[in-house]
Nanobody
Framework: QGRLVESGGGSVQPGDSLRLSCVGA????????FSWYHQAPGKERKHVAT????????EYSDSAKGHFTISRNNRENTVYLQMTNLKPEDTGVYYC???????WGQGTQVTVSS
């Protein structure tokens, strides 16, 4: 089923931006669809955004619309999540998931605090 490795998290202030990356290996990357999920402290993991094999076909949760942008670079086997105007409620671990497979990354921590 391959593997996914996320990176790009960190500690930032409200209003800052971050770009998360998810590198895939061991499966046909260009034909796969991917999602980002957010797990806030003490809460369930929730869907943030999805990108399909057609890069222009994307979906967002209501809270992510206009705030986060998902994209992909098939030559680099990478999916991105551009996060702007970060808020304290965006704090948590962000996971990358290969849709329709039990393939998850280990997560990357984002902390938004003043």
């Amino acid at each position: 089923q391959g593997r996914l490795v996320e990176s790009g998290g960190g500690s930032v202030q409200p209003g800052d931006s971050l770009r998360l990356s998810c590198v895939g290996a061991g499966f046909p990357f260009s034909g796969a669809a991917f999602s980002w999920y957010h797990q806030a402290p003490g809460k369930e993991r929730k869907h943030v955004a999805t990108i399909y094999s057609t890069p222009t076909l994307t979906e967002y949760s209501d809270s992510a619309k206009g705030h986060f942008t998902i994209s992909r670079n098939n030559r680099e086997n990478t999916v991105y999540l551009q996060m702007t105007n970060l808020k304290p409620e965006d704090t948590g671990v962000y996971y990358c998931h290969r849709m329709n497979y039990a393939t998850w990354g280990q997560g990357t921590q984002v902390t938004v605090s003043s």
